[in-house]
């Protein structure tokens, strides 16, 4: 299986910048695509950002120009680069990952989420 570790998330001032990262462990072969989702309080889970292996990547219109998403295939790791943030990114974040295990099983794993807090 897959373990996902998120670290980053905290309180900031609107405005201002996170960077959260997710760095993933266990028999993995590759991971196809990593990602971020949002779930705000009394709304669902959103799709935030992602990223293939390749390299490419997309994001919610409400981030977009904002955040920017990477990745280090090396290392396993996603990072969300915030930036402008707003009281409406306030959200618990929670990173996925979409991978080949070294058994040839597909699997997607989810981390535990990471607290953003946007206030003054």
């Known amino acids: 299986q897959v373990q996902l570790q998120e670290s980053g998330g905290g309180l900031v001032q609107p405005g201002g910048s996170l960077r959260l990262s997710c760095a993933a462990s266990?028999?993995?072969?590759?991971?196809?695509?990593m990602g971020w989702y949002r779930q705000a309080p009394g709304k669902e889970r959103e799709l935030t950002a992602r990223?293939?292996?390749?390299?490419?990547?997309d994001y919610a219109d409400s981030v977009k120009g904002r955040f920017t998403i990477s990745r280090d295939n090396a290392k396993n790791t996603v990072y969300l680069q915030m930036n402008s943030l707003k009281p409406e990114d306030t959200a618990v974040y929670y990173c996925?990952?979409?991978?080949?295990?070294?058994?040839?099983?597909?699997?997607?794993?989810w981390g535990q989420g990471t607290q953003v807090t946007v206030s003054s």
């Open positions: 990223i293939t292996y390749g390299g490419s990547s």
């Open positions: 996925y990952a979409a991978a080949v295990l070294t058994t040839f099983q597909n699997v997607v794993s």
């Open positions: 266990g028999s993995i072969s590759r991971i196809n695509a």
